[in-house]
Protein backbone atom coordinates (compact mmCIF):
# COMPACT_ATOMS: atom_id res chain seq x y z
CA UNK A 1 0.00 0.00 0.00
CA UNK A 2 1.69 3.37 -0.77
CA UNK A 3 2.25 6.52 1.66
CA UNK A 4 2.26 9.97 0.89
CA UNK A 5 5.63 11.58 1.12
CA UNK A 6 4.86 14.77 2.84
CA UNK A 7 7.79 16.25 4.59
CA UNK A 8 7.00 18.89 7.12
CA UNK A 9 8.04 22.13 5.79
CA UNK A 10 6.83 23.76 8.60
CA UNK A 11 9.86 23.13 10.80
CA UNK A 12 12.92 25.81 11.19
CA UNK A 13 14.78 24.76 7.95
CA UNK A 14 18.42 23.28 8.65
CA UNK A 15 21.20 25.60 8.15
CA UNK A 16 23.38 25.22 4.89
CA UNK A 17 26.47 26.09 4.23
CA UNK A 18 27.14 29.75 2.10
CA UNK A 19 28.88 28.73 -1.00
CA UNK A 20 29.96 30.55 -4.02
CA UNK A 21 28.11 28.61 -7.00
CA UNK A 22 29.84 28.29 -10.15
CA UNK A 23 28.08 24.75 -11.20
CA UNK A 24 27.08 22.21 -9.20
CA UNK A 25 28.68 19.23 -8.83
CA UNK A 26 26.88 16.60 -7.27
CA UNK A 27 27.60 13.75 -5.25
CA UNK A 28 26.66 10.52 -4.75
CA UNK A 29 22.76 10.12 -5.24
CA UNK A 30 19.60 7.82 -5.97
CA UNK A 31 16.42 8.21 -7.72
CA UNK A 32 13.71 6.37 -5.91
CA UNK A 33 10.11 6.32 -6.61
CA UNK A 34 7.88 8.20 -4.10
CA UNK A 35 4.02 8.92 -4.44
CA UNK A 36 2.27 12.63 -3.86
CA UNK A 37 -1.70 12.68 -3.05
CA UNK A 38 -3.18 15.89 -4.78
CA UNK A 39 -6.66 16.73 -3.85
CA UNK A 40 -7.32 12.85 -3.77
CA UNK A 41 -5.32 11.95 -6.33
CA UNK A 42 -2.33 10.18 -6.36
CA UNK A 43 0.60 10.49 -9.00
CA UNK A 44 4.19 8.77 -9.33
CA UNK A 45 7.39 11.01 -9.13
CA UNK A 46 11.14 10.20 -9.01
CA UNK A 47 12.46 12.30 -6.21
CA UNK A 48 15.98 12.85 -6.36
CA UNK A 49 17.13 11.52 -2.70
CA UNK A 50 20.48 12.91 -1.54
CA UNK A 51 22.61 10.75 0.21
CA UNK A 52 24.32 13.16 2.44
CA UNK A 53 23.36 14.67 5.95
CA UNK A 54 23.82 18.31 4.65
CA UNK A 55 21.90 19.74 1.61
CA UNK A 56 23.15 19.31 -1.71
CA UNK A 57 21.75 23.05 -3.03
CA UNK A 58 24.35 25.53 -3.18
CA UNK A 59 23.17 28.77 -1.19
CA UNK A 60 22.75 32.25 -3.26
CA UNK A 61 24.41 34.25 -0.77
CA UNK A 62 21.76 37.56 -1.01
CA UNK A 63 23.41 39.50 2.02
CA UNK A 64 27.26 38.99 0.65
CA UNK A 65 26.28 39.88 -2.87
CA UNK A 66 24.38 42.89 -2.10
CA UNK A 67 27.13 44.00 0.63
CA UNK A 68 29.17 43.85 -2.37
CA UNK A 69 26.73 45.76 -4.72
CA UNK A 70 26.78 48.57 -1.63
CA UNK A 71 30.46 48.78 -1.40
CA UNK A 72 30.30 49.61 -5.36
CA UNK A 73 28.06 52.50 -4.66
CA UNK A 74 29.64 53.60 -1.75
CA UNK A 75 32.85 53.89 -3.88
CA UNK A 76 31.14 55.74 -7.00
CA UNK A 77 29.11 58.08 -5.03
CA UNK A 78 32.36 59.06 -3.29
CA UNK A 79 33.90 59.52 -6.85
CA UNK A 80 31.11 61.63 -8.06
CA UNK A 81 30.79 63.76 -5.21
CA UNK A 82 34.94 64.43 -5.54
CA UNK A 83 34.62 65.08 -9.30
CA UNK A 84 31.32 67.45 -9.51
CA UNK A 85 29.90 67.86 -6.41
CA UNK A 86 27.06 66.30 -6.93
CA UNK A 87 25.08 63.86 -4.15
CA UNK A 88 22.79 61.54 -5.76
CA UNK A 89 19.44 61.94 -3.40
CA UNK A 90 16.56 59.58 -2.88
CA UNK A 91 12.95 60.50 -2.06
CA UNK A 92 10.43 58.91 -0.18
CA UNK A 93 7.00 59.41 0.27
CA UNK A 94 4.90 57.47 3.05
CA UNK A 95 1.46 57.58 3.77
CA UNK A 96 -0.48 56.07 6.99
CA UNK A 97 1.59 54.25 9.82
CA UNK A 98 1.46 51.24 9.10
CA UNK A 99 4.13 49.33 11.02
CA UNK A 100 5.67 47.52 8.31
CA UNK A 101 5.62 50.14 5.96
CA UNK A 102 7.34 52.84 8.62
CA UNK A 103 10.32 49.76 9.00
CA UNK A 104 10.80 49.57 5.53
CA UNK A 105 11.00 53.57 5.29
CA UNK A 106 13.20 53.42 7.98
CA UNK A 107 15.61 50.58 6.70
CA UNK A 108 16.16 52.42 3.24
CA UNK A 109 16.82 55.70 4.96
CA UNK A 110 19.82 54.00 6.59
CA UNK A 111 20.48 52.45 3.30
CA UNK A 112 21.20 56.21 1.89
CA UNK A 113 23.08 56.97 4.70
CA UNK A 114 25.50 54.17 4.52
CA UNK A 115 26.44 54.80 0.85
CA UNK A 116 26.80 58.35 1.14
CA UNK A 117 22.89 58.89 -0.97
CA UNK A 118 21.00 62.05 0.77
CA UNK A 119 17.61 61.14 1.68
CA UNK A 120 14.84 63.07 1.65
CA UNK A 121 10.85 62.10 3.23
CA UNK A 122 7.56 63.34 3.27
CA UNK A 123 4.78 61.75 5.30
CA UNK A 124 1.07 62.65 5.42
CA UNK A 125 -1.67 61.07 7.71
CA UNK A 126 -3.58 58.20 6.39
CA UNK A 127 -6.82 60.90 5.25
CA UNK A 128 -4.57 62.81 3.18
CA UNK A 129 -5.98 63.90 -0.41
CA UNK A 130 -4.87 62.81 -4.01
CA UNK A 131 -4.45 66.22 -4.22
CA UNK A 132 -1.91 66.68 -1.66
CA UNK A 133 0.40 63.86 -2.57
CA UNK A 134 0.29 64.88 -6.50
CA UNK A 135 1.75 68.55 -5.00
CA UNK A 136 4.29 66.87 -3.25
CA UNK A 137 5.33 64.44 -6.04
CA UNK A 138 5.42 67.66 -8.05
CA UNK A 139 7.60 69.57 -6.06
CA UNK A 140 10.38 66.38 -5.85
CA UNK A 141 9.86 65.90 -9.84
CA UNK A 142 11.07 69.68 -9.94
CA UNK A 143 13.97 69.86 -7.33
CA UNK A 144 17.54 69.28 -9.15
CA UNK A 145 18.79 67.79 -6.17
CA UNK A 146 16.10 64.37 -6.00
CA UNK A 147 16.92 62.28 -8.17
CA UNK A 148 14.87 59.19 -7.26
CA UNK A 149 11.45 59.01 -5.91
CA UNK A 150 9.68 56.11 -4.31
CA UNK A 151 6.29 56.26 -3.31
CA UNK A 152 5.73 53.62 -0.46
CA UNK A 153 3.27 51.10 -1.38
CA UNK A 154 0.13 49.81 -0.32
CA UNK A 155 -1.27 53.53 -0.19
CA UNK A 156 -4.45 53.85 1.63
CA UNK A 157 -8.12 52.60 -0.30
CA UNK A 158 -8.96 56.20 -1.09
CA UNK A 159 -5.86 57.06 -2.56
CA UNK A 160 -5.68 55.80 -7.00
CA UNK A 161 -2.46 54.25 -6.85
CA UNK A 162 -2.36 54.29 -10.20
CA UNK A 163 -2.38 57.95 -10.90
CA UNK A 164 -0.07 58.65 -8.01
CA UNK A 165 2.38 56.36 -9.82
CA UNK A 166 1.69 57.63 -12.63
CA UNK A 167 2.61 61.51 -11.44
CA UNK A 168 6.11 60.26 -11.02
CA UNK A 169 8.74 61.52 -13.39
CA UNK A 170 10.31 58.86 -15.56
CA UNK A 171 13.71 60.69 -15.04
CA UNK A 172 13.02 59.68 -11.23
CA UNK A 173 10.66 56.47 -10.91
CA UNK A 174 13.54 54.45 -9.42
CA UNK A 175 10.80 51.74 -7.86
CA UNK A 176 10.58 51.13 -11.97
CA UNK A 177 7.22 50.82 -11.73
CA UNK A 178 6.00 54.10 -14.56
CA UNK A 179 4.27 52.83 -17.36
CA UNK A 180 6.57 53.82 -19.97
CA UNK A 181 9.35 51.94 -18.24
CA UNK A 182 7.21 48.74 -17.74
CA UNK A 183 6.21 49.43 -21.52
CA UNK A 184 10.07 49.83 -22.80
CA UNK A 185 10.91 46.73 -20.52
CA UNK A 186 8.12 44.45 -22.18
CA UNK A 187 9.50 45.89 -25.63
CA UNK A 188 12.02 44.51 -27.63
CA UNK A 189 15.19 46.76 -29.15
CA UNK A 190 13.75 49.37 -26.19
CA UNK A 191 15.91 50.11 -22.82
CA UNK A 192 13.56 50.59 -19.79
CA UNK A 193 15.47 53.79 -17.87
CA UNK A 194 14.94 51.65 -14.90
CA UNK A 195 14.08 48.15 -13.63
CA UNK A 196 11.71 47.51 -10.57
CA UNK A 197 14.05 46.35 -7.60
CA UNK A 198 13.00 42.94 -6.79
CA UNK A 199 13.16 41.30 -10.09
CA UNK A 200 16.22 43.33 -10.74
CA UNK A 201 17.72 42.33 -7.57
CA UNK A 202 16.82 38.17 -8.58
CA UNK A 203 18.59 38.67 -12.02
CA UNK A 204 21.77 40.19 -10.69
CA UNK A 205 21.65 36.58 -8.14
CA UNK A 206 21.94 35.03 -11.36
CA UNK A 207 24.04 37.13 -12.90
CA UNK A 208 26.74 36.99 -10.01
CA UNK A 209 26.79 33.45 -9.38
CA UNK A 210 27.40 32.84 -13.37
CA UNK A 211 24.09 31.14 -13.56
CA UNK A 212 23.11 30.90 -17.86
CA UNK A 213 20.16 32.14 -18.42
CA UNK A 214 19.83 31.83 -22.70
CA UNK A 215 18.54 28.83 -23.83
CA UNK A 216 16.88 27.63 -20.51
CA UNK A 217 13.69 27.05 -19.62
CA UNK A 218 12.25 29.17 -16.83
CA UNK A 219 9.10 29.40 -15.13
CA UNK A 220 7.89 32.46 -12.60
CA UNK A 221 5.32 31.37 -10.39
CA UNK A 222 3.26 34.92 -9.85
CA UNK A 223 2.31 37.71 -12.16
CA UNK A 224 2.02 40.63 -10.06
CA UNK A 225 3.20 44.24 -11.80
CA UNK A 226 5.84 44.23 -8.95
CA UNK A 227 7.64 41.37 -9.43
CA UNK A 228 6.05 38.32 -11.14
CA UNK A 229 5.31 40.01 -14.78
CA UNK A 230 8.81 42.14 -14.90
CA UNK A 231 10.77 38.88 -13.68
CA UNK A 232 9.51 37.26 -17.00
CA UNK A 233 10.40 39.62 -18.85
CA UNK A 234 13.81 40.48 -17.71
CA UNK A 235 13.99 36.73 -18.42
CA UNK A 236 12.71 36.51 -21.69
CA UNK A 237 15.06 39.76 -22.76
CA UNK A 238 18.12 37.69 -22.49
CA UNK A 239 16.46 34.40 -24.31
CA UNK A 240 15.21 32.42 -21.60
CA UNK A 241 11.71 30.60 -22.82
CA UNK A 242 9.22 31.77 -20.16
CA UNK A 243 6.09 30.11 -18.27
CA UNK A 244 4.41 31.93 -15.57
CA UNK A 245 2.06 29.98 -13.01
CA UNK A 246 -0.90 31.92 -11.90
CA UNK A 247 -3.58 30.96 -9.38
CA UNK A 248 -5.61 29.30 -13.10
CA UNK A 249 -2.77 27.38 -14.39
CA UNK A 250 -3.63 23.89 -14.09
CA UNK A 251 -1.35 21.44 -12.94
CA UNK A 252 1.47 23.95 -12.10
CA UNK A 253 3.82 21.77 -10.49
CA UNK A 254 4.29 19.61 -13.42
CA UNK A 255 4.74 23.16 -15.55
CA UNK A 256 7.28 23.98 -13.07
CA UNK A 257 8.40 20.95 -13.08
CA UNK A 258 10.26 21.03 -16.71
CA UNK A 259 12.18 24.85 -15.55
CA UNK A 260 15.78 24.86 -15.51
CA UNK A 261 15.31 28.31 -13.68
CA UNK A 262 12.46 29.05 -10.92
CA UNK A 263 11.23 32.11 -9.91
CA UNK A 264 8.65 32.11 -6.94
CA UNK A 265 6.99 35.10 -5.78
CA UNK A 266 3.53 33.62 -5.35
CA UNK A 267 3.46 35.28 -1.39
CA UNK A 268 2.20 32.05 -0.45
CA UNK A 269 4.50 30.73 2.66
CA UNK A 270 6.06 26.38 1.69
CA UNK A 271 3.85 26.76 -1.72
CA UNK A 272 6.71 24.79 -3.82
CA UNK A 273 7.38 21.96 -2.78
CA UNK A 274 10.02 19.34 -3.82
CA UNK A 275 8.25 17.90 -6.52
CA UNK A 276 7.63 20.50 -8.57
CA UNK A 277 11.39 20.97 -8.82
CA UNK A 278 13.81 19.14 -11.70
CA UNK A 279 16.68 17.91 -10.38
CA UNK A 280 19.23 20.16 -10.63
CA UNK A 281 17.23 23.40 -11.48
CA UNK A 282 17.88 27.14 -9.60
CA UNK A 283 15.42 28.44 -7.72
CA UNK A 284 15.41 32.06 -6.67
CA UNK A 285 12.83 32.35 -3.71
CA UNK A 286 11.13 36.31 -3.73
CA UNK A 287 8.35 35.41 -1.24
CA UNK A 288 8.33 36.51 2.83
CA UNK A 289 5.85 35.24 4.68
CA UNK A 290 4.92 34.47 8.09
CA UNK A 291 4.54 31.04 10.00
CA UNK A 292 3.40 30.43 13.42
CA UNK A 293 6.17 29.32 15.42
CA UNK A 294 6.08 28.96 19.64
CA UNK A 295 9.64 28.48 19.61
CA UNK A 296 10.43 32.08 18.76
CA UNK A 297 10.34 35.05 20.68
CA UNK A 298 8.47 36.90 18.49
CA UNK A 299 6.19 34.14 18.12
CA UNK A 300 6.75 33.27 14.29
CA UNK A 301 9.53 33.09 11.60
CA UNK A 302 9.64 34.60 8.07
CA UNK A 303 9.75 31.79 5.18
CA UNK A 304 9.79 31.55 1.49
CA UNK A 305 7.29 30.41 -0.75
CA UNK A 306 9.68 27.52 -1.13
CA UNK A 307 9.37 24.36 0.73
CA UNK A 308 13.22 24.99 1.81
CA UNK A 309 13.87 21.68 3.79
CA UNK A 310 12.56 19.71 0.49
CA UNK A 311 14.35 21.74 -2.09
CA UNK A 312 17.08 22.29 -1.31
CA UNK A 313 17.80 18.10 -1.78
CA UNK A 314 16.90 18.11 -5.16
CA UNK A 315 17.63 22.01 -6.95
CA UNK A 316 21.35 23.08 -7.43
CA UNK A 317 21.28 26.49 -6.26
CA UNK A 318 18.77 28.15 -4.02
CA UNK A 319 18.32 31.64 -1.91
CA UNK A 320 17.55 31.45 1.74
CA UNK A 321 14.57 33.54 2.94
CA UNK A 322 15.49 35.69 4.91
CA UNK A 323 19.23 36.44 3.24
CA UNK A 324 17.95 36.14 -0.24
CA UNK A 325 16.38 38.45 -2.19
CA UNK A 326 15.25 40.72 0.15
CA UNK A 327 18.34 42.57 0.67
CA UNK A 328 19.06 42.80 -2.86
CA UNK A 329 15.90 45.06 -3.32
CA UNK A 330 17.11 47.78 -1.16
CA UNK A 331 20.39 47.20 -2.76
CA UNK A 332 18.97 47.92 -5.93
CA UNK A 333 16.68 50.90 -4.98
CA UNK A 334 20.28 52.36 -3.97
CA UNK A 335 22.03 51.43 -7.33
CA UNK A 336 18.87 52.79 -9.52
CA UNK A 337 19.19 55.92 -7.40
CA UNK A 338 22.81 56.05 -8.78
CA UNK A 339 22.32 55.45 -11.94
CA UNK A 340 19.74 58.18 -12.16
CA UNK A 341 21.96 60.83 -10.84
CA UNK A 342 24.99 59.79 -13.11
CA UNK A 343 22.44 59.71 -15.75
CA UNK A 344 21.22 63.16 -15.27
CA UNK A 345 24.18 65.13 -14.75
CA UNK A 346 26.25 62.79 -17.82
CA UNK A 347 28.53 61.20 -15.04
CA UNK A 348 30.33 58.14 -15.80
Request: with cysteine.
Amino acid sequence: MATAVIPDCSSPATTARLLNFRGFRGGAVHLRQSVFFRSGKSTTTTRLMVMACETSAKVIDGKSVAKQIRDEITEKVSRMKETINVVPGLAVVLVGERKDSQTYVRNKKKACEAVGIKSYDASFPEKCTEEELLKCISEFNSDPLVHGILVQLPLPRHINEERILDSVSIEKDVDGFHPLNIGRLAMRDREPLFVPCTPKGAMELLHRYGIEIKGKRAVVIGRSNIVGTPAALLLQRENASVSIVHSYTKNPEEVTRLADIVISAAGHANLVRGCWIKPGAVVIDVGINTVDDPESPRGYRLVGDVCYEEVSKIASALTPVPGGVGPMTIAMLLSNTLDAAMRTHSFK
